[in-house]
């Protein structure tokens, strides 16, 4: 069973850029999509961005759909956000997780993920 830990995280002011990794540990086989979700105070966590397993496609949110790009290394079991142009509505922690689904389009529902990071902190300041 793997083991998903984030990094990157951090406080940045509005407009600025963040990239944040996920390097999964322990068996990888019949891992799926991957994927990050963030959650805010109060709020529920949602989807911001997927990748499939090959890498052959991409699911973004449609509130950072032009900010934001995934990529995934699977000779590093690490997949990767790159955030640009960084709004405070982005704060949220963000979580990484792996789906044992090899479907398209790429699942958008918690449910749909079976392993989870415990999450990396994210604050913009205006």
């Known amino acids: 069973q793997g083991q998903l830990v984030e990094s990157g995280g951090g406080l940045v002011q509005a407009g600025g850029s963040l990239r944040l990794s996920c390097a999964a540990s322990?068996?990888?086989?019949?891992?799926?999509?991957m994927a990050w979700f963030r959650q805010a105070p109060e709020k529920e966590r949602e989807f911001v961005a997927g990748i499939t397993g090959s890498g052959s496609d991409r699911r973004y949110a449609n509130s950072v759909r032009d900010r934001v790009t995934i990529s995934r290394a699977n000779d590093k079991n690490a997949v990767y956000l790159i955030m640009n142009s960084l709004k405070p509505e982005d704060t949220a922690v963000y979580y990484c997780?792996?789906?044992?689904?090899?479907?398209?389009?790429?699942?958008?529902?918690?449910?749909?993920?079976?392993?989870w990071g415990r999450g990396t902190q994210v604050t913009v300041s205006s």
């Open positions: 997780a792996v789906s044992r689904l090899t479907i398209v389009p790429i699942p958008t529902s918690p449910a749909s993920y079976d392993y």
């Open positions: 322990g068996r990888a086989n019949g891992w799926g999509a």
